[in-house]
């Protein structure tokens, strides 16, 4: 395998994935994913906020909006990913991400100076547009690495997006504590440094004799979808991946809020809590996946992760104190075993030159729990806390991404179970020979 390696001003000259060149491309995409996600994460205590502060301090009417918000994030997604997926499978990766860089920042600089919600509105609806980082990522992972290390990889890509998330929340409760606005204007200066970054430094990882001819009849939302047919078991595990996202959409549509509501917890104080479990996240990402799978095999790794997850969400919704949330966030860490089990069953599944149509697909069933999640959410967390209600039940959101991730954990165990007995024992023989030698 071989990909073309730029110059910075964009000529392409090819060089092996294997050695050096392998793993400055690994290490290019990584600083980039760490650094969009950190300006990410630096807007993610203060948003909910900014839109409590517009609503008069009104929570359950601010969660409503926030709901609304999200939906509008995911439709943009669902609508231009697939699209996004599509140009990197016919033109490259190196330029999508490097447009998608330099829209964030610019968007983020929009959102600074947002003086209603309607504008703020906007800021979201573009910024749906143009994050593509994250399917863009997987797709370049994909290309430079063979099947057998791929879990390990993404999930030293989402050990990255951990850095982002324990760097960012932190750097932006601290910054919103002074002023809501601050973070969204250090969000813009590191999407524009990143995508500065990525000009001088990202190459190329699809050669021009890998690229699709034509992907355009896949380059909608619906038709994207269609891929997940080509395999008996890719629609099952798409099924188990859209739940996978669908659960995960509980903690950025009502943390911020949650905590708010049930702790009374300030800007700084959530963003602190963000860091810790991006911290814990970019542990289990970054040193235990690898081991994890290559241990115990991609469905048990997967089926491990579910159940961890599906433990934590229970933690969070009991957690009748701060303090005891704190203690269900490893947990919910070690749910981030299952995401790259999940990617990379689904990308063995597919060849080459349709990896990239692969992430365009999830990136849309992605969004597609984006614009049922937020809503979805925000509404149990708005009716579970009416002022109507006798006895209120702030906890539900939680409690219901926990059903959710049970339900795809039974469709696992069977979407999976004709393959497992052969697959688990050669990832412990494998396992067990690297460790003798």
Known sequence: MSFQQSSPGGETSPASTNGQHGRAAFFFIIITVALDFLAFGIIAPVLPKLVVQFEGGRIASAASIVGYFGFAWAAMQFLFSPLIGAWSDRFGRRPIILLSCAGLGIDYVFMALAPSLRWLFVGRLISGVTTSNVSTAYAYITDVTPPEGRAKKFGLLGAAFGIGFVIGPALGGLLGAHNLRYPFW??????????????????????????????????????????????????????????????????????????????????????????????????????????????????????????????????????????????????????????????????????????????????????????VGPLLFTQVFAFSIAPKLSVHLPGAPYILAGLLLFIGMMIAVFATRSAAAPAEQAAAASFDSVNVD
């Open 186 to 371: 250090a969000a813009a200066a590191l999407s524009l440094a990143n995508a500065l970054y990525g000009f001088f430094i990202l190459p190329e990882s699809l050669p021009a004799e890998k690229r699709a001819k034509s992907a355009w009849h896949l380059a909608n939302p619906l038709g994207s979808l269609t891929l997940l047919r080509s395999h008996p078991e890719l629609g099952s595990l798409a099924l188990v991946i859209f739940l996978h996202n669908l659960a995960h959409q509980s903690l950025p549509s009502v943390f911020v809020l949650y905590t708010d509501y049930r702790y009374g917890w300030d800007a700084r104080t959530v963003g602190l809590a963000l860091a810790v479990i991006g911290v814990f996240t970019a542990i289990v990402s970054g040193g235990l996946v690898g081991v994890v799978i290559k241990r115990l095999g991609e469905r048990r790794g997967l089926l491990y992760g579910l159940s961890f997850g599906l433990i934590g969400f229970l933690g969070f919704a009991g957690a009748s104190r701060g303090r005891m949330l704190f203690l269900a966030a490893p947990l919910i860490a070690l749910w981030a075993v299952s995401g790259p089990a999940l990617q990379s069953l689904m990308s063995r599944r597919v060849d080459a030159s349709a990896q990239g149509k692969l992430q365009g697909a999830i990136s849309s069933l992605r969004a597609i729990t984006g614009l």
